[in-house]
């Protein structure tokens, strides 16, 4: 598990994770909207580059394998809670993702521990709608910032905020039949 920790995929990862209290200061203690949109957009534009750079420079491991996704989840998780203690997003969008997080990521968790499930990729789909959401909560920020344009940004976070939560609850369903094919599986082994 903890052979090929120290590699640059997971560089990029920790500095990331470190960059969250970095947002948490700038959002609470600075007051500063824009500065605090800008580093969570910056995070979540950076989602990938740790995947990326791990196969363009075959360092994958199975510690990156689920420190990536672990920290892309606490991203996610503290900048939507932090979100919604500013007051710059609507309670319902952040309440649906954060429950279907929640609900997913236990019931992963379970399946793994007490099933034995073998991981499994996340589908484009899913992909798909954490970038729509990983763009459209630093939408919602930014258009609380003041900025002169900010009313662009709050009109984009609503074009890409909804859909994202839509397809995160159909690619949600759709793991279903991947999670119950993959326990009983698990339990076959055992």
């Not at 510690?63 to 606490?74: E, I, S």
């Not at 997080?101 to 521990?113: F, K």
């Not at 002169?148 to 279903?176: E, K």
């Amino acid at each position: 598990m903890f052979d090929g920790v120290w590699t640059v995929p997971n560089l990029v990862t920790f500095i990331r994770l470190a960059l969250l209290p970095v947002f948490c200061w700038v959002l609470f203690g600075l007051d500063d909207r824009h500065l605090a949109a800008w580093i969570l957009g910056g995070l979540g534009a950076t989602d990938w580059v740790d995947g990326y750079l791990a196969r363009r420079l075959g360092q994958t491991s199975e510690f990156g394998k689920v420190f990536d996704p672990t920290v892309d989840r606490l991203l996610f998780l503290v900048g939507i809670i932090a979100l919604i203690i500013d007051g710059s997003v609507p309670l319902w969008l952040a309440y649906g993702v954060l429950v279907r997080e929640a609900l997913v990521g236990a019931t992963v968790v379970i399946a793994t521990i007490a099933f034995s499930m073998e991981r499994f990729d996340v589908t484009w789909w899913g992909k798909t709608a954490t970038f729509l959401l990983m763009f459209a909560f630093p939408g919602f920020l930014m258009g609380e910032s003041g900025m002169p344009i900010a009313g662009a940004f709050t009109v984009a976070a609503w074009i890409l905020g909804p859909p994202g939560l839509a397809l995160s609850w159909y690619t949600a369903l759709a793991y279903v039949p991947q999670i119950s094919a993959g326990i009983r599986i698990g339990a076959s082994r055992t």
